[in-house]
């Protein structure tokens, strides 16, 4: 009998811990960086705008979690961990369907974080960037959504144990339906957040 495979608790746990990581980044690193020091000021700031991103994203991270759950009930994809075999429909239950919903809930709030201290991030570089053409300049709150997409939807698919190519088609796609909603988090905050002003 062949002994457990230690890759596979970091299988598992991969999306979330990944997505933590991002969060804790932006949060902790990225503003001392951007503002040249680690003072009570600065944390406060990034806290303010954390407040602001997640309170503006929470109606969207909603809708998502709950307006992806026809993919989850037809088996085709799942913000949650998925079953390792891709060949066949992933089994659906209340607890599933719970799993989904609070992990997209998560991951699309993740998303907004990262993407909102990027944004202050992005005002804190103005000056930097101001050589820049304008058309060159990278959005910074765009950048963190597309990131956190992007590792979720790649850790997603190495979450099943079959190697990319013979995933089935139905897995592949559907686990890029659900990055999408993630890569668009920060955008749609923001102008929730405009529309409130």
Do not use: K
């Amino acid at each position: 009998m062949a002994s457990p495979s230690p890759v596979r608790p970091l299988r598992r746990y991969s999306v979330p811990l990944a997505v933590f990581a991002m969060v804790a980044v932006a949060v902790l690193v990225m503003p001392p960086l951007v503002l040249a020091e680690a003072t009570t000021r600065t944390y406060a700031l990034t806290a303010a705008i954390l407040i602001l991103a997640l309170s503006s994203a929470f109606p969207y991270a909603v809708l998502v979690a709950l307006g992806t759950l026809p993919l989850c009930y037809a088996g085709v994809a799942s913000f949650a961990a998925p079953r390792p075999a891709a060949d066949e429909p992933h089994p659906f239950s209340a607890v599933a369907a719970l799993r989904h919903a609070v992990a997209g809930l998560a991951y699309v709030s993740g998303s907004a974080a990262v993407g909102a201290v990027g944004m202050g991030a992005q005002i804190g570089l103005s000056s930097d960037l101001s050589a820049m053409p304008a058309a060159f300049r990278p959005s910074f709150l765009h950048l963190g959504g597309v990131l956190v997409a992007g590792a979720f939807v790649s850790l997603q698919l190495w979450r099943y144990e079959t190697p990319p190519t013979e995933l089935a088609p139905r897995t592949v796609l559907g686990t890029l339906a659900l990055g999408v909603p993630i890569a668009l988090s920060p955008g749609v905050a923001f102008w929730v957040f405009n529309g409130a002003l």
